[in-house]
């Protein structure tokens, strides 16, 4: 069983920057392929970036090149750096653990507005 908690989401001015969090609990962090996905008001839940468990990753072709994601194992913890937000960034952001099962955090709002 893995419980996530995502943090990190905020009002930002569209060019801003911010960085999700996203922390596990639980046993076995390192073992799971970790994404970051999102959802705008009446739009489906869109994939936005992946790391698996080796490092590699993988990003949707909207943030390539502005958004980052990355881990640190250690800390049970999934980021997302996310610059040059623009207005179209403005969703709700989950976390998505995967290893055998799939488990998903609550999510955190993240607004871009001048």
């Known amino acids: 069983q893995v419980h996530l908690v995502e943090s990190g989401g905020d009002l930002v001015q569209p060019g801003g920057s911010l960085r999700l969090s996203c922390t596990a609990s639980g046993s076995s962090f390192s073992i799971y392929h970790m994404n970051w996905f999102r959802q705008a008001p009446e739009k489906q839940r869109e994939w936005v970036a992946t790391?698996?468990?080796?490092?590699?990753?993988n990003y949707a072709d909207s943030v390539k090149g502005r958004f980052t994601i990355s881990r640190d194992n250690a800390k049970n913890t999934v980021y997302l750096q996310m610059n040059s937000l623009k207005s179209e960034d403005t969703a709700v952001y989950y976390c998505n653990a995967i290893a055998r099962m799939s488990y998903w955090g609550q999510g955190t709002q993240v607004t871009v507005s001048s």
């Open positions: 790391i698996t468990n080796g490092g590699d990753t």
